[in-house]
């Protein structure tokens, strides 16, 4: 049940009309998703994720991406994979449950209501998480949704 609540589509950060990157969330993770170029080896790719930094490029080359995190992430549990000709950054929140407008600090933040149903997904989860034997996937708050990380006393920790 809890992967009918996972992100339905993936946010596109799109600059000058190209697509930078891709990117969704769950209660634990910012995952972003770079289309990579073709005919370069997958070995000359890199990726650096620091506590509030990522930095991603072609060794040998000025970085493709190298921005400073929306919000602080466990480094220990980041980690980057190439598949299918994807670089896909799992970056794990440092605040189960904290919504995140975008994994780049100051680029391409959702619109207000994109977030705000960010935040009603996310609490959404957080609800199946905490009570695996009901089904919220047709659940819909009317309203504004409140914060998962804080409602009701706050997320449980393992």
Not at 104 to 109: D, E, T
Not at 126 to 138: A, I, K, L
Request: glycine content about 8%; overall charge negative; charged content about 25%.
């Amino acid at each position: 049940m809890a992967e009918k609540l996972g992100p339905e589509k993936r946010h596109a950060f799109v600059h000058n009309g190209q697509k930078v990157f891709e990117w969704d969330q769950t209660l634990e993770e910012v995952n972003m998703y770079i289309e990579l170029p073709k005919g370069v080896p997958t070995k000359l790719f890199h990726c650096t994720i620091q506590a509030t930094h990522v930095e991603v490029g072609i060794r040998g080359n000025p970085p493709y991406l190298n921005h400073d995190l929306m919000l602080p992430v466990k480094t220990d549990s980041s980690f980057w994979t190439i598949e299918d000709g994807e670089l896909h950054i799992t970056l794990q929140k440092r605040e189960k449950g904290k919504t995140w407008s975008s994994p780049i600090q100051g680029q391409g933040s959702l619109d207000p209501y994109a977030a705000d149903q960010e935040q009603k997904r996310l609490m959404l989860q957080r609800f199946q998480e905490e009570n695996p034997g009901f089904d919220f996937s047709q659940a819909q708050f009317t309203g504004t949704c409140p914060d998962p990380r804080t409602f009701m006393g706050g997320i449980r920790s393992d």
